[in-house]
């Protein structure tokens, strides 16, 4: 296990070659670049996503090259005001970028006993452990090795008992 910054984190998601898979159970995220948007979003205001155009890009170069992203939010009941904004953004753009989103609920979660720490699996090989504090992300472990195997598990429970993005969209 080995802490890294975030140049070393987001090198991950530039030379994963299959597949980059989020486990996301927080309800609330406080990054820092998301604050204006955020506020925006909850004024009711047009959104302006020129924050998202790279990672977007990357998703969407990346899903073209055969790789994929894919992803299980963990959401709340009720639904925070921070998980209907990000349900706003995949919506507009990680979706139609080819990330396939999909959503659990926190009795699922619970049951099946999904850990309650984010993570991210790079081609079932390399597991980013996120490390959040009051303003955001603070720090990232990386695990390889044995030690990637319990969240091949959670991964594989999260993904077979979630439900489709368009099944949330559906009923919201």
Known sequence: ???????????????FERSAWR??????????????PLRRFLAGEPPDDAWREDFLRLVSDS????????????MTV??????????????RGNIPAGEDI?????????????PDQDFWLFDDETVARM????????????????SVEPYRRWRQLA????????EYAAHR
Do not use: K
């Open 131 to 146: 490390h959040f504090g009051a303003d955001g992300l603070e720090r990232v472990e990386v695990l390889t090795g044995e």
């Open 63 to 74: 899903t073209r090259s055969g790789r994929s992203w894919q992803r299980v939010r963990q």
């Open 159 to 166: 993904w077979d008992h979630s439900h489709p993005f368009q």
């Open 23 to 36: 486990w996301e159970c927080q309800g609330v995220y406080r990054e820092p670049d998301e604050r204006e």
């Open 102 to 114: 999909r959503v659990i609920w926190p009795a699922e979660a619970e049951q099946l006993g999904l």
């Open 1 to 15: 296990m080995a802490a890294t910054g975030l140049p070393e984190f987001q090198r991950l998601f530039r030379e």
């Open 78 to 91: 009720p639904l925070t005001d921070y998980l209907r904004f990000e349900m706003d953004l995949a919506e």
